[in-house]
């Protein structure tokens, strides 16, 4: 169970009390991210977020947060996605109040100093290659460039090297007063902490100034977008990296716990049909999955594979196949049935953690404005019949819509490729 207290400047707070744990997470979510920046803009979220640990009022710099939190023995990390940032500290219950106060002397009260900053960019550069380098993270970045065009939504969080080499203290500070404002952000508590407890530690820490949200994200559709297109990057690896999909369903349509149970069905576990027919009876890749990746006004759906190069062709082929017979033949009730007690025992193993308890329930009111418990979740996903698995299968998976991307040594195949995936 969770209790929700909306503050009067617009500050929401959730806690989900558990005496089953001696542990607390503070989670506080941030209405920013990717989609929220202009080209010029691109990768200043994630860059803020590295900030926010550099020193603030109480702690006055990288060396001092990091030192109190491991002085607690505790965990801290943040995140930046396309919708939205995180910050996180997970601590012994008997150090409540030291996560409230280390996250908002964070929030409230960062620098963002120049010196800082110069330090930084080295950091964040690398963290950049790094992740140029490792083609099973540029493919996803890839395929989603391919799919959502020139809308922010394709743009990776990490940014340029124009904006992470150029940015500037004051153009952190403005971001902020622009996204982080109290109507904007989710704290989320969650273990052994009661309601009133954080409560009381959210208005005695969390004192925003009077301030309104004033950037918006652009409004994402998929009538202005092309789909069915190809990306090939010639790399030389030693395998092949590749992202099928089609354009997906966002949190708001009412089809989304069959899509959910769709990509179960077709790649989410060894017992799944890309498993045992792309790489069990055919042999041709080790890793294959699919998923179904949403958003506030739109989607993905996609499978994702490590292919030898000298098989390329025949996965493309045979993935393809397996997305043309769900469309054709229902699935059966008892691999529906296999698909939902999945989705619900690894959810259940989830919510053993209360960090992950923490980004259920915080994600769901930063995003959708209304939150389920995990009952009401289960209870929705119990409901999905297989004849509602095939309709949302033919409704997404339109040959014409069907989009590459695809990471190796092809240069000069490009234009077989694409025959392959169009025929």
Known sequence: MFTQKKFENGLRLITASSEATKAITLLILVGAGSRYETEKERGIAHFQEHMFFK???????????SEAIDGVGGDFNAFTGKEYVGYYVKVASEKKEFAFDVLSDMLLHSKFEQEEIEKERGVILEEKNMYEDMPIYKIGWDFEELMFGNHPMAKDQIGTDELIKGVQSEDFKEYKRKLYTPENIVIIASGNISSDESAQLTESYFNFENSTKSKEAIPFSWDNTETGNIHIRNKQTEQAHL????????????????ESILAILLGGNMSSRMFLN???????????????DRYTDCGIFSTRAGVSISGIYDAIEAIKEEYEKITKEKPTDEEVERAKNFLKG?????????????????????????????DEYFAAIEKVTADEVF????????????????????????EKLKEVLKK
């Open 346 to 374: 690894k959810i259940t193993l989830r919510m053993e953690d209360s960090e992950e308890v923490a980004s259920f329930l915080g994600t769901q009111s930063l995003l959708q404005n209304d939150i389920k418990t995990i």
């Open 243 to 258: 992202v099928m999909g089609y354009p997906g369903l966002d949190y708001s349509d009412a089809d989304k716990y069959a």
């Open 278 to 292: 792309v790489r069990e009876a055919k042999g041709l890749c080790y890793s294959i999955s699919s998923s179904s």
């Open 55 to 65: 020193g603030a009022k109480k702690y006055e710099n990288a060396r001092q947060v």
């Open 391 to 414: 309709a949302v299968a033919q409704r997404l998976f339109i040959k014409e819509k069907l989009s590459m991307a695809l990471i190796g040594p092809f240069a000069g195949d490009e």
